[in-house]
């Protein structure tokens, strides 16, 4: 029993990084690799204001919370003019910046050695309340003026901007928002977990973040949310599988790319209405 | 004479020495609608970018309704009142057709994104004020059964008039648009300048129309302005700029 809910508990945590990833990179378009440092950043903010400080717990989660919102504000203050691949290369740079500099600055962080000893304050029930309620809140950003502008804003942002839409404020909060949740997500892996070190979440957990939000369809939350946990928890309940796992996963990413591009849920969202069946009334 | 609506005075704009738009200036007065045309490349297009913010103008200004919009961003031009249609189209494509008339309607919403994220009663009024008007639109112009449509599965035709319809969603009181009847067969353009007249009538609207229609233009705008090369090269009544040789000697080229 304690290994399946250890495998729903990371597998639940992932969850909450790829909506943070669904926000940005899936409904507004920035393709970011540096997720990881903004785990990394509410990860060890938690943890050292827990055990070096001494503060409680939710004051800790709080802390988390506000580290990442500070710095996605000053890491998106210049790199949201970018475009594209430029915007890519750059949060690459600042994931690897906040690995190298957990890892030297060794007397806050302890260096390659990590942080240890962190008790373990979170259990599944936190992590699915806290999906629940990003999820609610991430739906009814999407379904209303936020979502509309962050869609109008990926499909062409020049016809977005002359639709009255302040395309880089915007950016900023979508930046913001995500980069909190993702902070909120990586304070809540330290308590799980138990033992942090830099190398905790490298670029390419970053990009994992992207390529299922893309298998499971930008437009469509649910799609994120049912990929990620199919993806996380498949290769633990499948140990077999293993080191195909990853096969896997690059198959079903060239067969989603090629025979459905919108992903795989495309414009799908599980709603009261959809599940019903019921033929939902235009607007 | 009917107020100002737009002033563009002496504006010049120049891509890496070639110069798109040379000292070009033009009034629009209320409820008049102005056509500015000339052959390919002569810069029309050019003018509509520099009077919505999409560039910087070079030298120049330009004010509306007596504010001054040279500097502004291109977004907060959009919320004063202007509103603009594209030479290709450029729906959303991610968004369904009610929606891509939702977007432009949120520069008059007033919900702050914290209220947006828990769905408060101020974002399901406004929301709701969204639908209604983009449902209104949409019968205006013939295209309510198409509300969940994703907007490049329309023909052609029901796209220009899908823009049309997003470009006065935010109530403009002017209303650029660049070649409304490009793609139309000529049926639809006799459609297509019995709904601008129309338009113009039930929301006292102004317009400038960029076109190549000869027809379209010379029957519904009042004023036309000739651009070649980036200078305006004729200004006056259709009647006038028909008879105009330097016009003629543009689009026709010089006798052989």
Known sequence: MGFYLKVLEITSLHTILVLGAYLMT????????????????????????????????????????????????????????????????VTFGFGEMVRAALLHLAQLTGGALGVAGIPKLVGLPMIILSIVVITVITACLKRSRFGRNCIAIRDDELAATLMGIPVYRHKMTVFILSSAITAYGGALYAFVIMFIEPNLFNWLESAKLIIITFVGGVNSITGAIVTSVVYYSFGEFFRFVDVWRDVLLALAVLLVTIFRSQGIFGNWELTPDTLLFRRRKAG | ?????????????????????????????????TGIIGPNGAGKTTVFNLITGVYPVDAGGIWFYGTETTRRPAHTITALGIARTFQNIRLFRNLNVQDNLAVAYGVKTHYTVWEEMFRLPRVRREEKEA??????????????????????????????????????????????????????????????????????????????????????????????????????????RPEEIKKNEQVLQAYLGDEV
């Open chain 1, 26 to 89: 899936g409904l507004t378009g920035l393709f970011s690799l540096g997720q990881g440092g903004f785990l990394s950043i509410g990860a060890y903010t938690a943890a050292i204001a827990f055990l070096k400080f001494n503060l409680s717990f939710p004051v800790c989660l709080a802390l988390a919370v506000g580290m990442g919102v500070l710095v996605g504000f000053l890491i998106g203050l210049p790199t949201l003019r970018l475009h594209r691949d430029y915007f890519l290369l």
């Open chain 2, 1 to 33: 004479m009917n107020a100002e609506v737009l002033k563009v005075s002496g504006v010049s704009k120049n891509f890496g020495g070639v110069a798109a738009v040379a000292d070009f200036s033009m009034i629009q007065r209320e409820n008049e609608i």
């Open chain 2, 131 to 236: 639908g209604d008007l983009a449902r209104s639109y949409l019968s205006y112009f013939g295209l309510e059964k198409y509300a969940t449509y994703f907007p490049y599965n329309l023909p052609y035709g029901l796209q220009r008039r899908l823009e049309l319809a997003r470009a006065l969603m935010a109530s403009p009181r002017l209303l650029l648009l660049d070649e409304p009847g490009a793609g139309l067969n000529p049926r639809e353009i006799r459609e297509l300048m019995g709904t601008l007249l129309k338009i113009r009538e039930e929301k006292k609207l102004s317009m400038v129309v960029v076109e190549h229609h000869m027809e379209l233009v010379m029957k519904i705008c009042s004023t036309l302005h000739v651009l070649d090369f980036g200078k305006k090269i004729a200004e006056g």
